[in-house]
């Protein structure tokens, strides 16, 4: 049993997100998508909502299931038994962070590989800080995320009166 941990703050996800998670599942037995408490990145969703967020939009998905996790990367990935992280790559952008982390994991576990998936080209440009920034300003977002996820933005957005 191959098993592969998508870890992420999903703040919210995206449909590029889903993209990745889709490819990983052809790859790997199971997924296991990771929602990061992220505390210090100030999240706009709460970790269990956007561990709702994840679970609806792969319930599709037999092989995948969605979960949370705080702590260390490495030591998530052990309990779960799983050899491999999955990490989105959009463009150089990111890579030299990425390049980091997959290191730095690989120093503190040299048993876990880290595997980078590149998104379908329409969604090189997305991200959640994006998504989240259009739909502030009362944009269309319907073609990057899910309508789900959309109606939580609406949701979570609406002006307080
Ligand atoms: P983190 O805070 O861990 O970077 P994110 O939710 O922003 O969490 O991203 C999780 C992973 O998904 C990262 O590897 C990121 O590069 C990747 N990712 C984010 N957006 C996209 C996208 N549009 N296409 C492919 N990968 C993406």
């Known amino acids: 049993m191959r098993t592969a941990i998508y870890p992420g ?19 790997f037995d199971r997924v296991v998508v990771a929602v990061a408490k992220n505390e210090g990145k100030n999240p706009l969703f709460t970790q269990a909502e956007r561990l709702v967020l994840v679970k609806t939009a792969v319930a599709h998905l037999p092989n995948v299931e969605a979960d949370t996790f705080d702590g260390l990367l490495v030591e998530y990935v052990v309990e779960k038994k799983a050899q491999a992280i999955v990490r989105g790559l959009r463009a150089v952008s990111d890579f030299e962070f990425e390049f980091q982390l997959a290191l730095m994991n690989r120093k503190l576990n040299e048993n876990i590989e880290t595997i980078f998936m590149m998104p379908k080209d329409t969604y090189t440009f997305l991200s959640s800080r994006i998504v989240k ?29």
Not at 12 to 27: I, S
Not at 133 to 161: H, Y
């Open 133 to 161: 920034e259009i739909a502030r300003l009362g944009g269309d977002v319907s073609s990057f995320v899910t309508p789900n996820v959309q109606l939580a933005l609406r949701k979570k957005l609406k002006p307080k009166k």
């Open 9 to 27: 703050s999903f703040d919210p996800l995206t449909n590029g997100h889903l993209d990745v998670v889709q490819r990983a599942a052809k790859l």
